[in-house]
């Protein structure tokens, strides 16, 4: 902890205006004589001095974060939760066991608790009136507590710091204090922020009262069931307050977006490829792209051959049909696809579902032909109008004579990334190498549009990305009202229906959800299960808002956080990743490595003519699977030599556990 405590303040401030707070700069001298006094005697410069802190909301670390493109931001952390696999069969850290000790790094930087701190110290001898003390002392608390909240998921006992450290500060050297004390502090301090912040002209898409109030959200809802599940206690005053802040948040957004191009569900898709998100509903925080100064990656990553990313059937089966029930549901007559053909299996679906992973479709080539929107693509529809189904469902909308502007959101065919090429199926199930395929048959193109620029191998992307919105309250609200036993059709009319509405679902209809709602539900004594903590049975109600969650956030990097707090990372993690249902004959999906498995070896086995496409072998069946150390993170090994007070968490190196 040595190393990141002794930086100086003219260094920082003086690097707050290039770059990030990261250990890469943080041995480097001070190289110029601004004090505290004259950094912080304006409401301007304190203002400059802040800006670095949002770069929280890119930073790598935190999984939500939105740094460029998603398969190496968002996607990252549903992937390690083992909703996502790896298209190349690369398998997931967490269930072969690859996850190891850190050396250094992994998360355990205090650089930005450090830079609020050295400003909540020069404010209290600023020249700001007490207003602007005020205003800018809850914006300090708010990263501060951002950041904490981070430091607490990945390591559970941290040491608490409120104030500038110094090489000689005996505190610098101190032992992790208890998570519970830590969590306390981040709430009280919330609170105070939520309480204590201004309404001053920072500018458009920056700090304010709801952003502390999304953060107070999401903490009290990530602390309380973390305190239930890994048996800790003292957690209903963490789900009394997630209630009250989101139902607050609620009631101030009223309206959600409902996009502008007609597609069923277009409203959730939209929220990932809209060019200017301050003119959504709902968004209360958001990462803005502009072209030729702040650029993405993410469209462009979605439209070739270096999204590796995919989703597996079982988190397919997740989506409803459009009638509210599961797919196993019994008195589901929507449901066709238990003929386990891909278009049954699309069929009557979740329409976020569609704005989640490509439908399928089959097109042909045609060198007379140029639809409208594609003009420099040469295909006809094929003659099967069984092909086509889901390119009427989603449309071939925003049609132009430039399919590069703005208003063509999804539409099929697929194209790749410059618009030149069409990709003539999907699933599109021919390797590693093919743009837009998917080994699994489940394309994740929640980024892809056909408006945004997108050239090989630059980041041009300019679609804007949310980081706080209040769909996220709205499922935080539902699942505290269901953990503490307050989950009534008042509490689902106002939270899960109103995203089912959006997204042209059937209502929830709380007293329809008994034992055999759904067939499938996690009813623990899960044959995969592994690791000493129990694996509980998820109660019907409280099963079906979880399902919201996971598919309202998919892809949107909640789902390690998630899975880890409710105590259930076996149950999402230790299954085969499998994908869709392939029989070796199909005329055009059978591909030559279709990776058919036998259930009883978990090998590949050739005699089989038809079954689910096996992507990774087995983790049972390779005696790996999720181990209990992976709740907690490992302290890096440096930090215990820095630090001889530190303890290491449990089942890592250097721990006494």
């Given at each position: 902890m040595k190393k990141i405590l002794t930086l100086g303040l003219a260094s920082i401030f003086t690097v707050a205006l290039t770059t990030s707070c990261n250990d890469s700069y943080l041995d480097k001298i001070p190289t110029t004589s601004i004090t505290e006094v004259t950094a912080f005697d304006s409401y301007n410069s304190v203002k400059a001095y802040v800006w670095p802190c949002y770069e929280m909301f890119t930073n790598t670390n935190i999984g939500t974060s939105v740094n460029g493109f998603g398969m190496n931001s968002v996607y990252t952390s549903d992937w390690n939760a083992g909703y996502l696999s790896h298209?190349?069969?690369?398998?997931?850290?967490?269930?072969?066991?690859?996850?190891?000790?850190?050396?250094?790094?992994?998360?355990?930087?205090?650089?930005?608790?450090?830079?609020v701190n050295i400003m909540l110290r020069a404010l209290d001898n600023s020249k700001l009136t007490p207003?602007?003390?005020?205003?800018?002392?809850?914006?300090?608390?708010?990263?501060?507590?951002?950041?904490?909240?981070?430091?607490?998921?990945?390591?559970?006992?941290?040491?608490?710091?409120?104030?500038?450290?110094?090489?000689?500060?005996?505190e610098a050297y101190a032992p992790r204090d208890d998570r519970k004390i830590v969590a306390d502090k981040v709430l009280e301090r919330l609170l105070w922020a939520e309480n204590n912040i201004g309404k001053f002209n920072d500018g458009n898409n920056t700090i304010n009262k709801a952003c502390i109030q999304m953060a107070l959200s999401r903490f009290t809802l990530r602390e309380a069931t973390w305190r239930k599940y890994h048996n800790l206690g003292d957690y209903d005053k963490y789900f009394d307050e997630c209630i009250r802040v989101s139902k607050e948040l609620i009631d101030q957004y009223p309206t959600l977006y409902t996009g502008t191009d007609g597609q069923p569900g277009a409203g959730f898709g939209e929220m990932w490829t809209s060019e200017d998100l301050s003119k959504v509903p709902g968004i209360i925080l958001y990462k803005e792209f502009t072209k030729d100064f702040l650029t993405s990656h993410f469209n462009f990553r979605e439209k070739?051959?270096?999204?590796?990313?995919?989703?597996?059937?079982?988190?397919?089966?997740?989506?409803?049909?459009?009638?509210?029930?599961?797919?196993?549901?019994?008195?589901?007559?929507?449901?066709?696809?238990?003929?386990?053909?891909?278009?049954?299996?699309?069929?009557?679906?979740?329409?976020?579902?569609?704005h989640t992973v490509t439908p399928p479709y089959v097109v042909i080539s045609n060198a007379n032909n140029r639809p409208e929107g594609y003009p420099n693509c040469k295909w006809s529809y094929h003659a099967d109008p069984k092909y086509r189904e889901y390119m009427d469902i989603m449309g071939i909308n925003g049609t132009t004579s430039n399919p590069g502007e703005a208003g063509a959101m999804k539409r099929l065919p697929l194209t790749n990334w410059n618009g030149a090429t069409v990709i003539?199926?999907?699933?599109?199930?021919?390797?590693a190498q093919a743009p837009c395929s998917a080994s699994s048959g489940y394309y994740l193109w929640k980024n892809y549009n056909c408006w945004e620029e997108s050239n090989n191998n630059a980041a041009v992307g300019t679609a804007d990305k949310p980081i706080f919105k209040v769909e996220e309250a709205i499922l935080n609200y539902a699942e505290a009202m269901c953990e503490l036993g307050l989950?009534?059709?008042?509490?689902?009319?106002?939270?899960?229906?109103?995203?089912?509405?959006?997204?042209?679902?059937?209502?929830?209809?709380?007293?329809?959800?008994?034992?055999?709602?759904?067939?499938?539900?996690?009813?623990?004594?899960?044959?995969?299960?592994?690791?000493?903590?129990?694996?509980?049975?998820v109660e019907p109600v409280l099963w079906e808002v979880r399902r919201e969650r996971i598919i309202e956030l998919m892809?949107?990097?909640?789902?390690?956080?998630?899975?880890?707090?409710?105590?259930?990372?076996?149950?999402?993690?230790?299954?085969?990743?499998?994908?869709?249902?392939?029989?070796?004959?199909?005329?055009?999906?059978t591909t030559n490595n279709n990776g058919l498995v036998n259930l009883s070896t978990g090998l590949k086995d050739a005699s089989l003519t038809e079954g689910y496409i096996y992507v990774n072998p087995s983790p049972a069946v390779e005696g790996k699977g999720w181990l209990d150390q992976y709740y907690l993170y490992c302290i890096p090994t440096e930090e215990l030599a820095l630090n001889s007070n530190l303890e290491q968490n449990p089942g890592w190196p250097g721990s006494k556990k």
């Amino acid at each position: 902890m040595k190393k990141i405590l002794t930086l100086g303040l003219a260094s920082i401030f003086t690097v707050a205006l290039t770059t990030s707070c990261n250990d890469s700069y943080l041995d480097k001298i001070p190289t110029t004589s601004i004090t505290e006094v004259t950094a912080f005697d304006s409401y301007n410069s304190v203002k400059a001095y802040v800006w670095p802190c949002y770069e929280m909301f890119t930073n790598t670390n935190i999984g939500t974060s939105v740094n460029g493109f998603g398969m190496n931001s968002v996607y990252t952390s549903d992937w390690n939760a083992g909703y996502l696999s790896h298209k190349n069969g690369t398998t997931n850290n967490y269930a072969f066991q690859k996850q190891t000790g850190a050396s250094s790094g992994n998360g355990w930087n205090f650089a930005y608790i450090y830079r609020v701190n050295i400003m909540l110290r020069a404010l209290d001898n600023s020249k700001l009136t007490p207003a602007e003390t005020n205003h800018w002392k809850a914006v300090g608390y708010f990263f501060h507590s951002f950041w904490y909240m981070e430091l607490i998921n990945r390591f559970g006992d941290v040491p608490w710091v409120e104030k500038v450290l110094s090489d000689q500060s005996q505190e610098a050297y101190a032992p992790r204090d208890d998570r519970k004390i830590v969590a306390d502090k981040v709430l009280e301090r919330l609170l105070w922020a939520e309480n204590n912040i201004g309404k001053f002209n920072d500018g458009n898409n920056t700090i304010n009262k709801a952003c502390i109030q999304m953060a107070l959200s999401r903490f009290t809802l990530r602390e309380a069931t973390w305190r239930k599940y890994h048996n800790l206690g003292d957690y209903d005053k963490y789900f009394d307050e997630c209630i009250r802040v989101s139902k607050e948040l609620i009631d101030q957004y009223p309206t959600l977006y409902t996009g502008t191009d007609g597609q069923p569900g277009a409203g959730f898709g939209e929220m990932w490829t809209s060019e200017d998100l301050s003119k959504v509903p709902g968004i209360i925080l958001y990462k803005e792209f502009t072209k030729d100064f702040l650029t993405s990656h993410f469209n462009f990553r979605e439209k070739n051959d270096q999204m590796h990313l995919q989703l597996t059937q079982d988190m397919v089966d997740m989506y409803l049909t459009k009638n509210g029930l599961p797919i196993n549901n019994t008195q589901n007559t929507q449901y066709e696809g238990d003929s386990k053909d891909i278009y049954d299996i699309f069929r009557n679906r979740d329409p976020r579902m569609y704005h989640t992973v490509t439908p399928p479709y089959v097109v042909i080539s045609n060198a007379n032909n140029r639809p409208e929107g594609y003009p420099n693509c040469k295909w006809s529809y094929h003659a099967d109008p069984k092909y086509r189904e889901y390119m009427d469902i989603m449309g071939i909308n925003g049609t132009t004579s430039n399919p590069g502007e703005a208003g063509a959101m999804k539409r099929l065919p697929l194209t790749n990334w410059n618009g030149a090429t069409v990709i003539w199926k999907a699933p599109n199930l021919r390797g590693a190498q093919a743009p837009c395929s998917a080994s699994s048959g489940y394309y994740l193109w929640k980024n892809y549009n056909c408006w945004e620029e997108s050239n090989n191998n630059a980041a041009v992307g300019t679609a804007d990305k949310p980081i706080f919105k209040v769909e996220e309250a709205i499922l935080n609200y539902a699942e505290a009202m269901c953990e503490l036993g307050l989950f009534d059709q008042t509490a689902a009319d106002i939270s899960i229906n109103r995203l089912r509405e959006r997204a042209e679902v059937a209502q929830m209809i709380v007293s329809n959800i008994d034992a055999n709602f759904d067939p499938n539900r996690d009813k623990g004594n899960n044959a995969w299960w592994t690791g000493s903590m129990n694996d509980y049975e998820v109660e019907p109600v409280l099963w079906e808002v979880r399902r919201e969650r996971i598919i309202e956030l998919m892809g949107e990097g909640f789902g390690f956080y998630d899975v880890r707090r409710w105590g259930k990372a076996p149950y999402f993690m230790n299954r085969q990743e499998k994908g869709m249902w392939l029989k070796n004959n199909d005329p055009i999906y059978t591909t030559n490595n279709n990776g058919l498995v036998n259930l009883s070896t978990g090998l590949k086995d050739a005699s089989l003519t038809e079954g689910y496409i096996y992507v990774n072998p087995s983790p049972a069946v390779e005696g790996k699977g999720w181990l209990d150390q992976y709740y907690l993170y490992c302290i890096p090994t440096e930090e215990l030599a820095l630090n001889s007070n530190l303890e290491q968490n449990p089942g890592w190196p250097g721990s006494k556990k």
